[in-house]
């Protein structure tokens, strides 16, 4: 079995900054893309950014240029840098990967099971 495990949620000012962590533990053989993802109350679930396990990244339109991800593939953990937060910041944080598990040849979609980031005077 595969857990991802999230951390560093919390309450922020908004201009402040918070870095979530996101640990991969279990059978795994390897980890493609690893991501974050949030969802606010009454709207869908959005990508915030995502790495590939070469390092290429992609972020949402909305944070690009305050948000960085990254990733220790050694100790199968995605990070996310958020600053100049806003609060439209304000959701669950969702961590995800593409992991390939002992005895499948292909890679299967995990999640977390969320983080929460309140930003707010």
């Known amino acids: 079995q595969v857990q991802l495990v999230e951390s560093g949620g919390g309450l922020v000012q908004p201009g402040g900054s918070l870095r979530l962590s996101c640990a991969a533990s279990?059978?795994?053989?390897?980890?493609?893309?690893m991501g974050w993802y949030r969802q606010a109350p009454g709207n869908q679930r959005e990508l915030v950014a995502s790495?590939?396990?070469?390092?290429?990244?992609t972020y949402g339109d909305s944070v690009k240029g305050r948000f960085t991800i990254s990733r220790d593939n050694a100790k199968n953990t995605v990070y996310l840098q958020m600053n100049s937060l806003k609060p439209e910041d304000t959701a669950v944080y969702y961590c995800?990967?593409?992991?390939?598990?002992?005895?499948?040849?292909?890679?299967?979609?995990?999640w977390g099971k969320g983080t929460l980031v309140t930003v707010s005077p």
């Open positions: 995800n990967a593409n992991i390939k598990v002992v005895g499948r040849f292909f890679g299967m979609d995990y």
């Open positions: 279990g059978s795994i053989r390897s980890i493609n893309a």
């Open positions: 790495i590939t396990s070469g390092g290429s990244t």
